[in-house]
């Protein structure tokens, strides 16, 4: 089975600009979250997506969003990018079984994302 | 709310020797634990996890880790490591409801020195 993948794997933006990141999970895994991974805060949670709806949120402002489609790909999108931005982004995919988090989170390599 | 403290932002280590990777959490629920392992310029790969059952818990690479509920932590441990241990090492909980967020640990740097 194919793992995580995560395009594009480096960008550059300037300030002010969006960027749209995309994130193909395992095949039959239905549950895609978002990390950010940052020198200074760590590993911290975006948002999860389960069968194209939001299930969960991190504390983030409104300019990080995101969605997920049918086929359980998912896109995340930051507008009006700030230096502070950049950081490796991080999607995790999973079964997603509802009423369970036994199942486990599999990680993609990650876009490292540098705004200029 | 949940909370995950690593409390050694590096650990260096001899070829070899032992280690032990500390990892404290607070929750106010019951929880999941997990160690994850991210080596240079990739994401991050799944050690071990503790679920229920057994809390003696043993993952890939030789690695184990021991929940204990009464002092809350989940410390990772290796009997002898090698280089290519030589990675940054993550902590984190998630709570035992429909939710898959995962919370985070600082992470920890293992050095391995020849």
């Known amino acids: 089975k194919a793992g995580v993948t995560q395009t594009p794997r480096y960008l550059i933006k300037t300030r002010g600009q969006q960027v749209t990141l995309s994130c193909s999970p395992i095949?039959?895994?239905?549950?895609v979250s978002w990390y950010q991974q940052t020198p200074g805060q760590g590993l911290q949670f975006l948002f999860e997506?389960?069968?194209?709806?939001?299930?969960n949120k991190g504390n983030f402002p409104g300019r990080f969003s995101g969605r997920q489609f049918s086929n359980s790909r998912s896109e995340m999108n930051v507008s009006t990018l700030e230096l502070g931005d950049s950081a490796l982004y991080l999607c995790?995919?999973?079964?997603?079984?509802?009423?369970?988090?036994?199942?486990?989170?599999?990680f993609g390599p990650g876009t490292r994302l540098l705004v200029l | 709310a949940q909370s995950v403290t690593q409390l050694d932002s590096q650990v260096p280590v001899f070829e070899e020797a032992p280690v032990e990777l500390r990892c404290n959490y607070s929750?106010?629920?019951?929880?999941?634990l997990f160690w994850y392992v991210q080596y240079p310029n990739q994401g991050l790969q799944l050690l071990l996890k503790?679920?229920?059952?057994?809390?003696l818990v043993k993952g890939i690479n030789g690695f184990e880790a021991e929940f204990n509920k009464s002092q809350t932590s989940f410390h990772l441990r290796k009997p002898s490591v090698h280089i290519s241990d030589t990675a940054e090492y993550f902590c984190?909980?998630?709570?035992?409801?429909?939710?898959?967020?995962?919370?985070f640990g600082s992470g920890t740097r293992l050095l391995v020195r020849p």
């Open positions: 995790a995919s999973g079964m997603g079984l509802a009423g369970t988090t036994q199942e486990t989170q599999y």
């Open positions: 095949s039959g895994h239905r549950s």
């Open positions: 997506y389960f069968s194209e709806t939001q299930r």
């Open positions: 929750s106010s629920v019951s929880v999941y």
């Open positions: 503790y679920l229920s059952g057994s809390t």
């Open positions: 984190a909980v998630t709570e035992m409801d429909s939710s898959y967020k995962l919370i």
